[in-house]
């Protein structure tokens, strides 16, 4: 068992806009690049050009289907996920060797490979699916929300972000301290009325999702024609409003 | 609690290189992290015009894609059968030494016996270039099977068309309308959009028979029927006209609107020095249209004419427009059509914009302020891809145009160096003779009859049929027809195809199994009835097994490349552009950029402008000739840092070019003054930049032509009038769809097959994470999509009683394949869709051959064929749009029908062997230590 700390300075996440992400999976390679080059062992790909190509990623992109109760058509939703680096972790408490931990300065959870024993008990105990074991380094991998990024001295302040938000097309992904509450990742949370996932198992997932906003209003017109549905009364309409101009 | 101490600041890199992706065709800028000289990460650059620091799941993956196990290695000599794969390494010396052997012979005695034709090709400037030097007619890129649609309606229409034309103004526009399967064209930039528009709450309507994508986060979804775009939006046209809600100011100043057309030829109406005449407002004179202070008259009477305005409103204004009379064929309810056009009239006029910028117009007069109506439209293959898709692209342009917000603040914009009008293109060019360069560009706009590329006695000159009677307006020549007509020596036959990067056995062509077949077809003494074929690929795609002599081509970071203003730019609306690709690694291949091949195999030949006139070769390779070659005396491929290197636009070659750009992160940027940002084309100050940076050589304002006039002259020709005519056969199409008014004619496929028997529309697109064929071989994104089932709709899954894990056997008139299905709700009912190119062909790309892409994923390539069904006259009507040649590729419809789960798709074909071997089993990519 390992413990978590009682509180952290900060509350490092995403903010993840469900109205925005096209799903393009740009955030799936990015991050893929990043980590399999960066922290620990490499994103490894089993099979990689064969029949059951299997890699590990930290983050992957889901796309539902929602059939809206107001009977207007079929709508979609891409839903990136990755570890939501939980104030109450599951996957740290469950570890047997402390190799999974949850930062105090920044509320981060990561795994220190040197002390994972491959056992995949976290990964069996995160109601979310976010951690991966990869097949060949034997150790389990997850979203680091790339600690070796956003404190990088090596990069430009403006880069110190996680690779998956740096490269985000359409500007879906936030990153920010989501325990302040003046922060621009909390203001959009509460502008937008962003939610937990699965609040319910009490996990309290530090990172928060945007919801999607209504579709399919256009329904009806105010105007009323001015010119009519005849040439004939276009032309008139036409030398009324030229007279105007 | 102890925490590990974990470095937070690691090294990143050795050092950044910074050039331009190529892992689609939108040339994003890309920072190359580099690590022991080798690639360890790429992000997109920050300072970029294109991406702006962001970067696509194919830009980041570019790292599997310069390290892919199916990159060719060496030139390759064919040595078993065409199809078997066999081939023996050859040297560089060997294979240009053949190829040059080849062509010179053609060159000789007849050059039109090369069919020269390049795919996804960056660089036609220069392809085309070396093409007339050599001095055949047939040579065209991959624009004629794409969107060629699209660009040539734009151009003819307002001098420009959506992506690499112009764009929204992203930063203004309240109501974006997107229309057609279009989540590619142009990726990064739509993306980076679409989250301006939400960031601010803009309205997104989408308009797609498909909901994913880009539709999934549109705040409204139109779910069409395929092909009938163009009559919703005509409906829309009707909508607006009726109501009143048009920019009469607008179409007055900036329009032909007030153009006089004769009633008895439908011509335009000119003075003896050819200018258009209009009648002033003011004095109800008969005046230049452009002459000072004219206030043209949009409901003007002279006796025998009619106003353009007058006769679109004579057309649109008809009950056949109305929304309850489209409703039905376009699948959208008429209140919706309604609710459309109301919020586009309430943005644009209710929720109009200024700008305080004064600027003044080519009639001299003076505004105090720019006018903005903040709608934009985009659009490209979705509603292209037709046989209508020509008209269906002009009904789009004419609407933007109808509501003002064409090139003003919040609508769509040009992009430098458009827009260019008809008259600032060239038109088509395809006298050849032996031993001489082509008399001019292949490639064109036609004003006329005259303007067509045929033989004195009237045959098409060129192997595809381009600029022939079939297809007049074929801008960017057939590629789809290319093979088809060499084998069927229709309408002659030739001796090479050279290909570039075309993947024409395969997911290129309409009706692959017949495509293979014309390409290893044999003739009565047993040669092949195409009897060379030359292939340059830096890759072991489904191609390379049916040519007989490969060129192999590098990755796209171990190259030099322009992305050039003559060529197909990368601007933004405020800022010309353009970049290059350079070298940041070498290749650990015997392989040579394919552009350097050329200029090699010209400097053999010893072609014109090539070579000097003692035969020694006036360029090295492709960086030579990007930064020496001249098109016109101080105008080059690229445009920064000429002469003394602070000059741009005009300006001398500069032998420290490229390492200028290369310092500037690869690319180079001039902004637009501000007062020329707007109203381009009438706009003095724009003109003004755009002839000091070369675009033009002098002013060329114009009028936007929602009446085109040439092709009332094909009309004329059809009805009789001229010296050339058309052949019989083709007078009636001619007549019916060479509207000069945008017109909707249904599919050809919905009159050729029974709708009944055939009752659903099939369609592809193509997925963001993956581009063409390309993106298979690249480890990390064929875990993204290596499978694709056939989706299908709630109604037709009820209908066939399918459940999860299903099979189905899907039917054209020309073809059957049987296929996995999977229910798509957010679909229009009687539409099935897949992704585009992602079934593989056994053997190719490195893969193995149990790989999902060669048994589970498939192509709907084969239900559509390139020709249109027999008609028992004995000729060959290709499945194209009549005006501009497109392969109508989403005309198709198919049946459906459940059948046993399979371990296969169907057809099957025998796999070819692979010149390059396996990829690896196990990747684990760490470069640094």
Not at chain 1, 7 to 12: G, N, Q, V
Not at chain 1, 101 to 112: C, F, W
Not at chain 2, 577 to 599: N, S
Not at chain 2, 853 to 880: C, M, V, Y
Request: charged share 20%; net charge negative; with cysteine.
């Amino acid at each position: 068992m390992t413990c978590l700390p009682q509180t952290t300075t900060r509350k490092l996440g995403l903010v993840i806009d469900l109205d925005t992400c096209v799903g393009c999976h740009a955030c799936v390679i990015s991050c893929k690049g990043w980590n399999t080059e960066n922290y620990g062992a490499a994103l490894s790909d089993i099979d990689a050009y064969g029949a059951q190509p299997a890699g590990t990623f930290l983050n992957r992109v889901h796309s539902y289907e929602v059939e809206p109760a107001n009977g207007c058509a079929t709508q979609t939703v891409h839903f990136p996920k990755s570890c939501l680096h939980c104030e109450d972790a599951p996957c740290v408490t469950v570890c047997p060797t402390g190799a999974s931990y949850k930062r105090a300065e920044d509320g981060i959870v990561l795994v220190n490979e040197d002390a994972c024993i491959g056992c995949g008990l976290c990964a069996w105990a995160c109601p979310y699916g976010a951690r991966e074991l990869d097949a060949v380094a034997g150790v389990m991998k997850k979203c680091t929300l790339c600690v070796d990024r956003i404190y990088n001295e090596n990069l430009p302040e403006e880069d110190r972000v996680p690779a998956c938000v740096r490269t985000c097309p359409s500007g879906a992904r936030h990153f920010g301290d989501l325990g302040d509450p003046s922060s621009a990742v909390s203001q959009l949370v509460e502008s937008r009325g962003g939610f937990d996932l699965m609040p319910e198992l009490g996990t309290k997932p530090t990172n928060k999702y945007l919801p999607p906003r209504p579709k399919d209003r256009l329904q009806g017109v105010a105007s009323e024609p001015a010119a009519g549905p005849s040439a004939t009364g276009f032309f008139a309409w036409l030398d009324r409003a030229l007279e105007k101009i | 609690m102890n925490q590990p101490i974990i470095d937070t600041s690691p090294k990143v890199s050795d050092e950044v290189r910074k050039t331009t992706c190529y892992m689609c065709a939108c040339r994003c800028g890309i920072n190359v992290h580099m690590k022991d000289g080798k690639v360890a990460y790429i992000e997109g650059n920050r300072d970029h015009p294109v991406n702006k620091g962001v970067l696509c799941a194919k830009g980041s993956a570019g790292i599997m894609q310069v390290n892919a196990p199916s990159r060719l290695r060496a030139p390759l000599r064919r040595v078993g059968p065409r199809g078997s794969g066999q081939f023996q390494e050859i040297s560089w010396a060997e294979a240009l030494d053949t190829a040059s052997d080849w062509l010179t012979r053609i060159r000789k005695t007849d050059p039109s016996k090369l069919a020269f034709f390049t795919g996804r090709d960056q660089s036609q400037s220069f392809t085309s270039f070396w093409a007339q030097a050599f001095g055949t007619p047939n040579y065209a890129a991959h624009g004629g099977f794409c969107s060629v649609n699209m660009a040539t309606a734009g151009i003819y229409t307002m001098g420009g068309a959506f992506w690499e034309f112009g764009q929204p103004d992203w930063d203004r526009t309240k109501l974006f309308v997107l229309f057609g399967v279009a989540e590619d064209h142009d990726s990064n930039p739509i993306k980076i959009g679409i989250g301006k528009l939400k960031a601010r709450g803009a309205r997104i309507v989408g308009v797609n028979p498909i909901r994913s994508g880009y539709n999934a986060v549109a705040d409204d979804w139109l779910g069409i029927t395929p092909g009938t775009d163009g009559l919703l939006i005509l409906s829309l046209v009707h909508c607006l006209m009726a109501a009143g809600r048009i920019d009469l100011d607008y179409l007055a100043r900036y329009t032909n609107a007030p153009l006089l057309i004769d009633d008895a030829t439908g011509l335009i109406l000119r003075d003896p020095d050819d200018r258009p005449l209009v009648i002033d407002r003011a004095t109800g004179a008969l005046v230049p249209f452009d002459q000072m202070g004219v206030r043209p008259d949009l409901n003007a009477h002279h006796p025998g004419h009619r106003t353009v305005l007058q006769l679109m409103a004579e057309r649109y204004l008809q009950p056949e427009y109305a929304p309850e009379a489209v409703a039905e064929r376009c699948g959208i309810p008429a209140l919706r059509i309604r609710a459309l056009a109301d919020e586009i009239a309430r943005v644009a006029f209710d929720q109009a914009i200024t700008l305080d910028r004064p600027w003044t117009d080519f009639r001299g007069e003076k505004h105090d302020r720019m006018l903005g109506r903040p709608v934009a439209f985009h659009a490209m293959r979705g509603i292209s891809a037709h046989s209508n898709g020509f008209q269906t692209c002009r009904a789009l342009h004419v609407l933007q145009i109808l509501i003002g917000s064409v090139e003003v603040p919040g609508g769509f914009r040009f992009k430098p160096p458009y827009p260019k009008p008809v008259e600032a293109h060239p038109v088509p060019h395809c006298k050849s003779q032996p031993d001489h360069p082509l008399d001019g560009p292949h490639l064109g706009f036609v004003r006329g009859p005259e303007h067509l590329a045929l033989r004195e006695d009237g045959s098409p000159a060129r192997i595809d049929k381009a600029f022939t009677w079939e297809n007049p307006m074929s801008a960017h020549g057939l590629m789809h027809m290319v093979i088809s007509n060499a084998h069927a020596g229709d309408p002659y036959r030739i001796d090479t195809l050279f290909l570039y990067m075309a993947n024409m056995s395969w997911n290129s062509s309409m009706n692959t199994r017949g495509v293979i077949e014309m390409l290893t077809d044999l003739d009565e003494n047993g040669d092949y009835v195409i009897p060379r074929i030359i292939y340059s690929d830096a890759y072991s795609s489904e191609m390379v097994a049916y040519a007989d002599l490969i060129l192999p081509d590098t990755t796209y970071l171990e190259r030099h490349d322009c992305i050039s203003l003559l060529d197909r730019p990368i601007c933004e609306a405020g800022a010309a552009a353009d970049a290059i690709r350079w070298p940041v690694i070498q290749p650990d291949r015997d392989v040579r950029g394919f552009q350097t091949v050329l200029i090699e195999l010209a400097n053999l030949m010893e072609l014109p402008g090539f070579v000097r006139k003692d035969g020694s070769a006036i360029y090295r390779d492709y960086a030579d000739y990007i930064v020496n070659h001249q098109r016109k005396p101080g105008i080059g491929p690229l445009s920064g840092y000429r002469g003394n290197g602070d000059q741009t636009g005009r300006g001398a070659p500069n032998a420290d070019q490229l390492d200028r750009y290369i310092r500037n992160g690869g690319f180079h940027v001039t902004h637009i003054p501000g007062n020329a940002e707007f109203y381009k084309p009438w706009n003095v100050a724009y003109q003004e930049w755009a002839v000091g940076m070369g675009f033009y050589d002098k002013p060329m304002p114009y009028l936007f032509q929602l009446y085109v006039e040439p092709m009332r002259k094909f009309q004329r020709a059809a009805e009789g009038h001229g010296e050339r005519q058309p052949p019989d056969h083709l007078r009636d199409q001619l007549r019916r769809v060479m509207e000069p008014l945008p017109i909707w004619y249904p599919p050809f496929e919905d009159g050729n097959v029974d709708p009944k028997e055939y009752p659903l529309h099939a369609l592809t697109q193509r997925p963001m994470a993956m581009y063409h064929s390309w993106g298979t071989q690249n480890a990390w994104l064929r875990q993204i999509h290596g499978q694709n089932p056939l989706y299908v709709s709630h109604k037709v899954w009820q209908q066939h009683g399918f459940a999860e894990g299903d099979w189905a056997r899907v039917s054209s008139v020309h073809g059957a394949i049987t296929v996995p299905v999977a229910l798509h709700g957010g679909l229009n009912p009687d539409t099935v869709w897949t992704w585009n190119a992602i079934g593989k062909r056994k053997g190719a790309w490195a893969l193995s051959e149990d790989a999902p892409e060669a048994t589970k994923g498939f192509l709907l390539n084969h239900l559509i064929h390139e020709l249109q069904p027999a008609r028992g006259d004995g000729l060959r009507w290709s499945n194209s749009d009549p005006i501009t040649g497109q392969a109508a590729w989403f005309d198709l419809r198919v049946k459906i029908e459940r059948v046993e789960p399979q371990t296969e798709c169907d057809p099957h074909f025998d796999a070819i062997a692979s010149p390059v071997g396996r990829g690896p089993k196990y990747l684990i990519w760490k470069v640094g230590q």
